[in-house]
């Protein structure tokens, strides 16, 4: 008899909110395709796999951004996110409407990752 079990696979990030929109659909920020992604990835093996949320930029510029990015990230813990996948767009390209480049100690940005190490 074969055995499956293979210790832990591979992550894989799974709310999309990061990844370009097809086909001219906008982004989902309701979390449905994280939720999607736990059930496909751990419903039938649900110790083999660890599923990572990601932040969506799109509404940087917005005032409150700091408060709506650590919301969404609570919300996707609790659909089963089980950790933080920052993309390297974050220090590379990634820049405020002032051309600024968005830095990883931003103070809007603090509460986010210190609910990241928890």
């Given at each position: 008899?074969?055995?499956?079990?293979?210790?832990?696979?591979?992550?894989?990030?799974?709310?999309?909110r990061n990844?370009?929109?097809?086909?001219g659909?906008?982004?989902?920020r309701?979390?449905e395709?994280?939720k999607?992604?736990v059930?496909?990835?751990k419903?039938?093996?649900?110790?083999?796999?660890?599923v990572?949320?990601?932040?969506?930029?799109?509404?940087l510029?917005?005032?409150?951004?700091g408060?709506?990015?650590?919301?969404?990230?609570?919300?996707?813990v609790?659909?089963?996110?089980?950790?933080?996948?920052?993309?390297?767009?974050?220090?590379?390209?990634?820049?405020?409407?002032?051309?600024?480049?968005v830095h990883?100690?931003?103070?809007?940005?603090?509460?986010?990752?210190?609910?990241?190490?928890?």
């Amino acid at each position: 008899m074969e055995s499956h079990d293979r210790g832990s696979g591979p992550a894989r990030q799974g709310n999309g909110r990061n990844q370009p929109a097809r086909d001219g659909e906008s982004q989902r920020r309701d979390g449905e395709q994280l939720k999607n992604t736990v059930r496909a990835m751990k419903g039938r093996y649900p110790d083999r796999f660890v599923v990572f949320a990601n932040m969506s930029y799109d509404d940087l510029n917005t005032p409150g951004f700091g408060k709506r990015v650590t919301a969404r990230l609570e919300q996707d813990v609790k659909n089963g996110a089980q950790g933080l996948k920052i993309f390297k767009n974050f220090g590379m390209d990634l820049k405020y409407a002032s051309g600024e480049r968005v830095h990883a100690d931003d103070p809007e940005l603090t509460p986010s990752l210190k609910n990241a190490r928890s």
